[in-house]
């Protein structure tokens, strides 16, 4: 029997995200993420009962900047993903690795009782999460 360390999702996420709401413009959205030095940013619940959503800076190109639309005139929630696949902090690195790749995702909100703790990647996944199984 192994007795390998398990490294969970909550040793590897980033804590550092940006919260947007879905009505702000793509402009202000970039505004914020160039600032806030982040790649990725988290759209909230309008209410109780909706989603998050995520938009990744590759939308932002695919969806605004190659279709030649003016920033300013789009809002975050005509190019956001929603709902987002999110994962709980207590999941093994190696099955969150398994999960991106079925659903062929990059990047997942770590979410636990309904608030984002922060988010993960492969990056994460990779450099983070292989090296604290070898500790």
Not at 105 to 112: D, G, M, R, S
Not at 116 to 121: D, Y
Request: net charge positive.
């Amino acid at each position: 029997m192994s007795h390998r360390k398990i490294v969970r999702n909550a040793d590897v996420m980033t804590k550092k995200f940006v919260m947007v709401d879905g009505l702000d413009t793509v402009a202000d959205a970039i505004e914020l993420a160039s600032s806030q030095d982040v790649r990725v940013l988290l759209v909230n619940k309008r209410n109780e009962d909706d989603e998050f959503g995520m938009v990744l800076m590759s939308d932002i190109a695919k969806k605004v900047l190659a279709k030649d639309k003016a920033p300013e005139r789009v809002n975050i929630y005509e190019i956001m993903i929603k709902p987002v696949l999110s994962v709980s902090p207590e999941m093994d690195v190696r099955y969150c690795a398994r999960l991106f790749e079925r659903f062929r995702i990059t990047k997942a909100p770590v979410i636990e009782a309904g608030k984002i703790l922060g988010l993960v990647s492969y990056h994460d996944l990779v450099l983070k999460g292989m090296m604290a199984e070898k500790q």
